[in-house]
């Protein structure tokens, strides 16, 4: 089983600022990782994912992660945040290869909120 | 265009009564899940199901029931033996089996109200 921990429920941060959301996972086997977005009363939206390959990823709006195998982490980051930025941030783990319904584990999500 | 449609949008329940919830999509996609959202709790699987006739239970299906007779058509239902309702409900679908896909796609959410 595996397991996602978002250790920040809110991050402030001013229009321009670079941030930081931070995701820690859990497995005993390899996994794929996801960052999804979902802004107010609305569904979930792929920012980014890692399968193999590269450690750093990119994603849409700007945004992009980077594998840590060895530190278990999958951390989001922006160099220079917008007010569009605003929104809950959910960081998603899966097992890797198993070739059925991509069971998907979540984290608590992270409320990034950015003031002028 | 393709894409997964949840109705309706705000649904609002009796105590004791059963609500079924829509999710639609036509994206051609094998697997379709259910999900729970309460705040800072993040996402919770209530039921997914890989194929047509078939599905299972995931984390919290106590209280809820689906059925899967369509490719796309996943409806939940929640019964009055959920004794804590009221969250949104988001349905989401994906296609296996294709290397450098794996992800889900998402609805844009049913926010049911128990009264």
């Known amino acids: 089983a595996q397991s996602v921990t978002q250790l920040d429920s809110q991050v402030p941060v001013f229009e321009e600022a670079p941030v930081e959301l931070r995701c820690n996972y859990s497995?005993?086997?390899?996994?794929?990782l996801f960052w999804y977005v979902q802004y107010p009363n609305q569904g979930l939206q792929l920012l980014l994912k890692?399968?193999?390959?590269?450690?750093l990823v990119k994603g849409i709006n700007g945004f992009e992660a980077e594998f840590n195998k060895s530190q278990t982490s999958f951390h989001l980051r922006k160099p220079s945040v917008h007010i569009s930025d605003t929104a809950e941030y959910f960081c998603?783990?899966?097992?890797?290869?198993?070739?059925?319904?991509?069971?998907?584990?979540f984290g608590t999500g992270t409320r990034l909120q950015v003031t002028l | 265009d393709g894409g997964i449609t949840q109705s309706p949008k705000y649904l609002f329940r009796k105590e004791g009564q059963n609500v079924t919830l829509s999710c639609e999509q036509n994206?051609?996609?094998?697997?379709m899940y259910w999900y729970r959202q309460d705040p800072g709790q993040g996402l919770r699987l209530i039921y997914y199901s890989q194929i047509v006739n078939d599905f299972q239970k995931g984390d919290i299906a106590e209280g809820y029931s689906v059925s899967r007779e369509k490719k796309e058509s996943f409806p939940l239902t929640v019964t009055s033996a959920q004794k804590n309702p009221t969250a949104f409900y988001l349905c989401?679908?994906?296609?296996?089996?294709?290397?450098?896909?794996?992800?889900?796609?998402f609805g844009p959410g049913t926010r049911l109200t128990v009264l």
């Open positions: 998603a783990v899966r097992e890797a290869y198993t070739g059925t319904a991509s069971k998907l584990t």
């Open positions: 994206l051609n996609h094998d697997a």
């Open positions: 497995s005993s086997v390899s996994v794929y």
């Open positions: 890692y399968l193999s390959g590269s450690t």
């Open positions: 989401a679908s994906s296609i296996e089996g294709i290397a450098g896909v794996n992800e889900q796609f």
